[in-house]
C-alpha cells in the first residue's frame, strides 16, 4: 500500500468518525446544570473538581466548595482557590475518622456541615458547587441519602455539582448525569513515599 492510498484511507476514516461525532453533538441541544460523582480508589477525584472550578473560573462564575471530612486549611487549593474571587470556601470536617474516633461527634460535625451545603445548593448565584469527600459520611451513614438527593434536585436548574470520594452509593450514582471512576494501579505511598505537596494536597 502506498503513501497515497494510506492517506486515502486515513481521510476517509476520520470523514466517518466526523460523521459520528456531529451527529452526537447535533443531538445534545439540552442546556442545564449537571451532577457529577468522581469515585473510586484511584488519585484524582478532588483533583479533578478543581481543575473544574479553574475551568469555572475561566468563565467568571461563581464557584461554592465545602469539605466535608478535611478540617485543616493546609492544602494547594485550599490555600490558592481560597483567594479568589468568586470562590466561597467552607471546611466542614474536623479531620479524618481515624484521627478523630468520635462517631458522634463525627455525625454532628457532617449534619451541620450539610446544613451549609444546602444553603449553597439553594443560591442562585452559584454556579458551581463542589461537595468535596460527600459519599464518606453518606457511606457512615452520618447523613442521609435521600435528604442529600432531595436537595440536589431542589437545586437551581444550571447550578452544576460535583461530588468526590470513594464508595459513592449506588443511588447517588443513579441521580448524576456523569459518574467517572477512578482505578488504582499503582501509587507512590504503598513504595513508601510520603503525602507530597503540590501532589497529594
Not at 466542614?92 to 458522634?104: A, N, P, S
Not at 449534619?111 to 457511606?139: F, H, N, Q
Amino acid at each position: 500500500m502506498g503513501q497515497n492510498d494510506g492517506d486515502r484511507r486515513y481521510r476517509e476514516r476520520m470523514e466517518r468518525k466526523k460523521a459520528v461525532v456531529d451527529r452526537s453533538i447535533a443531538r445534545a441541544t439540552r442546556q442545564q446544570g449537571v451532577l457529577l460523582v468522581l469515585t473510586g480508589n484511584g488519585k484524582g477525584k478532588s483533583s479533578s473538581a478543581f481543575g473544574m472550578v479553574a475551568r469555572a473560573l475561566g468563565h467568571c462564575m461563581q464557584v461554592g466548595v465545602a469539605q466535608f471530612i478535611k478540617g485543616c486549611p493546609d492544602t494547594g487549593e485550599e490555600r490558592f482557590f481560597s483567594r479568589q474571587p468568586g470562590v466561597f470556601w467552607h471546611l466542614l470536617g474536623e479531620g479524618f475518622t481515624w484521627e478523630t474516633q468520635d462517631r458522634e461527634r463525627d455525625r454532628a460535625v457532617a449534619r451541620k456541615g450539610w446544613g451549609i451545603a444546602r444553603e449553597m445548593l439553594g443560591d442562585p448565584s452559584l454556579d458551581m458547587v463542589v461537595l468535596d469527600e460527600l459519599t464518606y459520611p453518606l457511606g457512615y451513614g452520618w447523613l442521609d441519602l435521600e435528604d442529600v438527593l432531595e436537595d440536589l434536585r431542589g437545586r437551581p436548574p444550571m447550578q452544576h455539582v460535583i461530588v468526590t470520594g470513594r464508595g459513592a452509593p449506588q443511588g447517588l450514582c443513579d441521580a448524576a448525569d456523569t459518574v467517572t471512576e477512578m482505578r488504582d494501579a499503582k501509587h507512590a505511598f504503598r513504595a513508601g513515599i510520603g503525602a507530597l505537596p503540590g501532589i497529594d494536597y
